[in-house]
C-alpha cells in the first residue's frame, strides 16, 4: 500500500518516554555512568537486532536518547514496520557517551516489547496472507501504553480493535445476560448509540448468530466456534456484517480459522504475552 | 517466613491505576454498559484463575473497581503470593454491574501479566528450591510499571535487582571499556558511591574476574558463562562477593546454573516475555 | 426511553472539578470567606434557576463543595437532563458555610454553561421532534472539556459527534482536494480504518454526492445545501448512508432543514456560543 | 498608550494547548488525516476572519501547530487586540499538511472563543468610550481557562477583575448577611488582609452605601441598581473610592450605567457567554 | 482577634503532602519497616517539641499519615498557631506502626520547618509588639511551598506579602532605571492596573521617596534606610501610604526600626533561612 | 579526583523549575515587569555572591531564564562546586530585560538555598579534612527537593545518604524495639534485603553496638554517643563495618567527633536549616 498510515502523536511518545525516564533515573540519576564515565566522552553505537522480526518503537527509542541529552544523534537505519534479520543495523546513535548509556535500558524497553509485538502479529498476518482475514489486536493491554501497542501491531501488519470503552459499542455475554439477551441488549445500543458509533456483539453459537443478524449489526464477534461453527456461520452472515473470530487464536491454528472465511481474527496473546524482540545497543570500538 | 514483606505502596497502585482507567475510559466513558445495562442492575461475581500459577496484583484489581464505583466490594479469597489452580475463585466482586463491567479489563490487565510474571518466578524458584541460589529480575521492565513487576517477582518467590540507575551501581561492558579496565572503573565508583550504595560489576572471563575480586567489589555479574566457568568462578570468588548468574536463564538451564554454586540468577524474561495467568471474571447467575 | 444513558464517568468530573477549584483557591485561598466568615457558620443554600431551560452538570458542581469541604452536603432535587422553570429550585445544600462559599463559583461556572449548552440543545431538539432528524454537536468545543459539552449536548437530548480526531473519519474539503478528490480519498480512508471505525466524508454538491454514493460511505456530510439541494441529497441517498445536515443551523432554521428528510443536524454553535443558563445559589436566611 | 500589556506567560498557553491537543488526538491521532494525506505533502493557508472583530489567543493557535509538528510555520498578519474586517488574513500558516490539518480545529477552538470574548468586550469599551467608565470581566469564566479569558478582555480594550478568590477580598451581600453587617464585614476583612490586598464590597442600597463609605473600602460594587441610584452613589462616593456598577450590563445598557459616572461597569457575559468569533482555516490552492 | 484566619485549602495541602510522599517511597516504598515490622502491630505516638517555639503545618503532618494508611488517627493536641514549650506534646497518633514509620519523616519535614518559620516571625513579631508595626515576609520562599511557607508566617503572627508575579505591582530599582525613573514607571504601572492591583514602590533616597509621593502610591518599600532616613521618610509620608522597611531585619534590629514608625518590616530570612523546630516522634512504649 | 560526578539530571532540574515558575506567575504573569518594562528592552546582568561559600544550583537558574524565554543566555563563570568570594561573579545573563526580571526570584530561590547548603557543607568537610570521616547529609529535606539538596552537598564536598525509603534499609531505635531486638531486627531485615540494598542499624550503646556486630551489618549508625563512646565504638567495629555518628553534629562539634576515627558524621541541619548563600542579580548600567 502507498500511503503512510504509521503515524503516532509525538505528544503521546515525549508523555510516555519522560515517565519511563522519571523512572529510571530515580532521585539521584544513572550513578554509574556518572562515576565511571568522563563527561567529555562522545560514543558512536547501533541499535542491532539478534533475531528476526519487525522493528516497532523507533520514535520512542529516539525520543530516550533525545530528551536525556539533545546532543545525541539518532538516524534509522531501518525504519518502524520492516522486518530486520538478525545482525541486522537498526539505528545508529552518536553523541556524548554518559547519556547514551543513561537512556539505553529506557529505549530497549519500549523497542524491545513493542518490535516483539510487531514480529508476533506479522507472524500472524503472513499465516493468513493467502485468505482474506485479517489480524487484528484487543484491548489486552498494558495500562499506560495501549496506543504503543496498538501501534506496533499495525507495525506487524495488523489492524486495531477498539482503543478504549468509548469508541465503539461491544456488547459480550455478560452484557446480553444483562440485557435479557441479543435482541433487547441489540435494540439498547442502537438507542444509545451515535452516528459514527459501531457495534459489535459477541455470539457464541449459531442460533444467537441468526438473533443478531435478524437485528442488523455492524460486526459479529464470534467467539471460540469451532472450524465447522464459523464456516456456517460466515454463511449465514454472507457479508451483511463483519465476521470477527476470537478464541485461542495462535500461529498454529490461525490459517485453519482464516479459512473459513472469517474477515478478522483477533488475538489477545499479541499485546499481553508476545515475546520481546531481542534488541541491543553495541558501542563500536 | 513469618514476616510480612510483599508491601505495595498505595499511592504508587492508585497512580497506576488512574491512569489505565483514564486510558481506557476515553472522553466518553463506558458506551457499552451505559447504553445496555440499567443503573440499578447489581452483579456478583468471581476472579477466577484458568489454569495453575502464581497470585500477583489483587491490590491493582481492587483499586480499578474502587475507583470506578466505590460501592464495588471486593473480597480477596486468594491473596497474593499464593499458588493457585485452574478453577479457583481467586476474589469475589458484588456490586452496581456497569462499573463492574467498565473496571473489568483494566483490573485484569493488571491482575493477569502480574501474575503471569509470578507464575513464571515460582516456576525456577521452584527449579532451583534444591540450590542456594536465588531467582531475581532486571530493569527490563515495562515503561512505567516497574514497581509493579518487581512486586510480581517477590510475589513469585524471586529477589528484586536494581530499582533504577540510582540505587546501586552497575558497571557493565561498555563502562568498563570507557573507563580503560576493571580497576579503572572500580576505583572511579568507589570514589563517588555513597556509603550505603552498593557496587557489582559484569565479568564476561575468569581474568577480569580476578582483577576484580582483587580490587574488591559488593557483587560479580558473571554473563554468560557456561557451567565450568561459573563453577570455577564460584570457587574463586569464595564468599568475598555475591556471585550472579545472568544470560539465558530458563526453567530448563536454571537447575544446572544455579547448581554451580552462585548466589543470584537473574532473568530479563521474567518481566518483559512472561506469558500473562489467565484469569477470567465470571458472573453469577 | 427507559434505559439510562447520560453516564459521566467520576475520574472525567473530578479531574476537571480539581483543575477548576486550583485555578480559583491560587495561593492563599478565599481569603474573603477566611477574613469574615467564622470557621463554625453552617449555611442552607439552594440552587435555583433563573430562567426556563434543561439542567446539566451536577455531578461537576456536587464534587466541587465535596473536594473543597467532604463535610458539605449537596441533595438533587431536579436531575441532570430534567427541564427547569424560572425559580425553580434544583439543589439543596447544606453545610459549612465558608466551604460553600468558597466552590460555590466554580460550581456555579460548571452548571451555568453546561446548563447553557442542554438548554440550547433541547430547544432545537423540540424544534425538529416533528420530524426524523436529531440535533448533533461538533469538535468545536472548549479546549480541556469536551467531553463535559457533549455530556450536556446528550442531556439536552442532542446526539454526538465524534469524541476527537481518533474515533471515526472525517474526510473534509481540504482532504478531498488533497487526496485529489473523494474516491481516491475514500479508498485511502476504508484501507487505513479499524473495523469498528465508521467513514464520513463532506460533500458540497450533488455531483461530489454521487461520487460519494458510488463509492459507498457510512456518512455524509451535507455541507451549507439549501433546502431544495438537501431534499435532492436524502431522495439520492435514499437510506444507503447516514445524511447529515450542517452549516448555520440556528433554532429558526432547523426545522425547515430537518423536514428535507436528512438524519442529522450538526451544529457548532451548541457548544462555542450557547448562552449560560442564569443558575444562582440563594442562602436561605 | 504605547507600552505594551498583553503579556501571556507561555508556560500557561503551552499547557492549556497541550491538554487541548491531547483531548482532540486521544489514543489514535487524527485518523483522517493519516489515511488520506500523504506524509511529504506540505500546504499553505490563512486563518481568516469570517467577520468583522477583534483578534485574541494567536499565541494558543501557534503553539497548537507547533506542538504537533515544530515543522509548521506560523507568521502572523494582524496581532492580538487588533482590530479585523470581513475577510482579513490574521495569520499564515505553511507546513506539512497532516499537521496543520490535526493541529487546525485545537488551534480554532482556542482562538476562536477568545477573539469572541474580546471583540465583546471591544463592542462595549466603543460603547462607552466617551465617559470615563472602563469595563472589566468577573470571575464567572471557563474551568482552567481564566488566564485566558482575561488576557481575551483586556485585547478587546478592558479590564480584568479578581483573577481568583485569594489575590483580592470581595465581600458579597452573603459574606455581609453572616457577618452581621456591612461595618463588622469590612472590620473582619481589613484586620486580615495583607498590605497589598485590596478590599471590595458589594452593597444594593444607598443606606448600604453609606455605612461603607463611612468605614472606608476601596472599591464599591454597585449591584443592580438603576441609574437614578448610580448617579447618586457615585455623587456619595465622590471619588474616595472605586465605583464599579454590575448586573446585566449589556452594549445597549452600558452607555446609560456608564454615563452616572461610574468608573468601571464589570460583565460576566464577556466570558461565560460571548459568541464565538467566526475565523477559519483556508487553504490555498 | 476572634475570627479565625489561618485556612489553608486542603486541596493545596494534599498535592504538596503527595508529592512528598512519592518523593520518599520511590519505587520499592519502606523497604526497612516492610521488612522488620509485623503487619498486624500498632502503635501509639506522640508528636512532641524539643524546644521552644510555635506549632505551624499540621495539617501536612495529618495528610502524611492519612494518605499512607487512612487507618492511623491523628488527634491535635496543640494547634497551629501555638506556641509549645519544650517537651509539649503536640498531637497523638494512633495506628499501624509500619504506615506511621513510613510517614514519619515525611510528616516531620513539613512540620518542623513551618514551625520553625512561625517561630521566627513569633519572635519578632513578640519583638515589636510595641510598636504599630507589624512583620512580613517576601517571595524568598521555597519554591513549590510557598502557600505553606506564607502560612506559616501568619501562624507566627506575621503578614504576607504578594504571593506571586501577579497579584500586586511591586517596582524595584531595575524597573525604575529601564522606565527611566519613578514618575514614568509609576504612570506606566498605574496605566496597567487592574482596579483591585495595589502599587508598592522600592525607594532608596528620601529624594526618590519625595517623587513617588508627589504621584502618589498604595505603598512605599524603603530599602536598606538607616534609622534616621526611615524616621524622616515616615514624618514625609505621614500616612498617605503604607510604609515598609526592609533590608538585614533580625530580631535585633528589629524593634529599633519598629520604633521608627514604619507599618510593615518584611523579612526574607523568615522563608529562606528561619532554622526548623526541633520536633519529634516518640512511640509510647 | 579527576572524574566529573556531579550529574544532575535535566529531567528532574525542568520539572522543579517549571513548578517554581508557575507558583510564581500565578494566572497573570508578572504585572510589573509587563508594565514598565518595554517588550524591545534588552539587559546584561551578572549574578554576584555577596560573600563567601559555595555554589550550587546553576542548572536550576538557567533553566529558570531559558523557561520564561529561550532568548535569554546564560554563561557560567563560576561553576557549581566552586568557592566564590564576596563580590565574585557566577554567571552573566543578557536577554529580553522582561524575561530576565520575570525569572529572577525563582532562580535565586533555588541557586542562593542550595548554594547555602553547599557551603554549609564545604565548611564542615573543611574543619574535618585532616581525618579520614566525610559528612553526609539525612532524608531531613524539603519536601520535593530533596534531589536538589543532596546534589547541593555533593557539591559542598558531602556525601548523600538514602536518598527515599527505598534504596537502603536503616534500622532505627523504634523499628528496633517492635522488632524485640536488634537481633530479630537484623535478621529480618537480611531475609527481605535485595542482593544490593546495603543495611545499617543505629545503636546508642556499646552494648547494643556489640550485638549489632556480632549478628553483622554493613553500617552502623552511632547515635549522639559521647566522644569516648565514640572512640569505643570505633575500636569495637575495627573496619568491620562504616562506622557513622550522628547527633548535633555542628561546625564547632565536627572535628572533635571526626577525630573519633569514624568513618561519616550525618547533619540533617545541612539540608534543613543551612542559611542561604547571598547572592542578587546585578543590572549592568
Request: hydrophobic share 45%.
Given at each position: 500500500m502507498s500511503l503512510p498510515r504509521m503515524s503516532l502523536p509525538y505528544l503521546l511518545v515525549e508523555q510516555a518516554v519522560k515517565a519511563g525516564l522519571l523512572e529510571d533515573i530515580g532521585?539521584?540519576?544513572?550513578i554509574t555512568s556518572d562515576s565511571v564515565?568522563?563527561?567529555?566522552q562522545r560514543a558512536t553505537c547501533v541499535l542491532a537486532s539478534r533475531e528476526a522480526g519487525v522493528v516497532a518503537g523507533l520514535d520512542f527509542a529516539r525520543a530516550a536518547f533525545a530528551l536525556i541529552d539533545p546532543d545525541i544523534h539518532f538516524n534509522v537505519l531501518i525504519p518502524d514496520a520492516s522486518r530486520v534479520a538478525p545482525g541486522d543495523n537498526i539505528a545508529m546513535i552518536e553523541g556524548p557517551a554518559r547519556g547514551i548509556l543513561t537512556a539505553e535500558r529506557v529505549a530497549l524497553n519500549f523497542l524491545g516489547p513493542l518490535s516483539g509485538i510487531a514480529s508476533a502479529t506479522r507472524g500472524i498476518a503472513d499465516a493468513i496472507a493467502h485468505t482474506e482475514a485479517r489480524i487484528t489486536c484487543t484491548r489486552k493491554t498494558t495500562p499506560g501504553l495501549r496506543f504503543a501497542q496498538k501501534y506496533a501491531v499495525r507495525c506487524g501488519g495488523g489492524g486495531n480493535h477498539?482503543?478504549?470503552?468509548?469508541?465503539a459499542i461491544l456488547i459480550k455475554d455478560n452484557h446480553i445476560a444483562i440485557a435479557g439477551g441479543i435482541i433487547p441488549a441489540l435494540r439498547a445500543a442502537k438507542r444509545a448509540a451515535g452516528h459514527l458509533v459501531k457495534i459489535e456483539i459477541e455470539v457464541e453459537t449459531l442460533v444467537q448468530l441468526q438473533e443478531a443478524l435478524a437485528e442488523g449489526?455492524?460486526?459479529?464477534?464470534?467467539?471460540?466456534?469451532d472450524l465447522a461453527n464459523l464456516r456456517e456461520a460466515v454463511r449465514m452472515i454472507s457479508g451483511r456484517s463483519i465476521a470477527e473470530a476470537s478464541g485461542r487464536i495462535t500461529p498454529e491454528t490461525a490459517p485453519g480459522i482464516a479459512e473459513t472465511g472469517v474477515n478478522l481474527l483477533s488475538a489477545?496473546?499479541?499485546?499481553?504475552?508476545a515475546k520481546v524482540l531481542d534488541i541491543g545497543l553495541d558501542f563500536e570500538s
Open positions: 532521585r539521584a540519576g544513572d564515565v568522563p563527561e567529555w477498539r482503543f478504549g470503552l468509548d469508541d449489526v455492524d460486526a459479529l464477534l464470534l467467539d471460540n466456534m489477545g496473546w499479541l499485546t499481553h504475552s
